[in-house]
């Protein structure tokens, strides 16, 4: 991959705030004409560093306010439940993010319902279905006050 200069992280650092900017706006934004800016846009998305466009939801706007992180421990840490429990929680909607983790927790799930019923129906019917889970442990967000999807660059 090639460094990237200054024109690429200022490329960068606008389309994190708004991926619907086209490469005429960022070319009059750089004082840049549009073609060397579209170029450099899609050398950018052919290497990787630009991975999707997304549009980011409003969670109460679409009723999933509840926001919970799961921390969960495993009995057993050989490679196969491992690969068991990252490859079945691919397929848990509600879960928005996962980490596997060094330390006393093996993973961390973030997790967004409509209601802490709905909450309690995903452990029960789906989560504790998976082989190998020891410990559950939830917390749920009273407030969010920084969530981003920026990376400093």
Known sequence: MEHLDTTDITILRILQRDA???AKQIANILNLTPSPVYERIRRL???GVIKKYVAILDKKLIDRSITTICQVSMRYHNEAFIE???????NLAE???CYHLAGQVDFILKIHTKSLEEYHDFIKTKL???????VL???FVLKDIKHS???YI
């Open 20 to 22: 619907k900017k086209t």
């Open 45 to 47: 998305e052919k290497q």
């Open 84 to 90: 068991n429990f990252e490859e079945q929680i691919q």
């Open 95 to 97: 879960v928005q993010e």
């Open 128 to 134: 504790s279905k998976i082989d190998n889970i020891g």
């Open 137 to 139: 442990n939830s917390t």
């Open 149 to 151: 999807s920026e990376f």
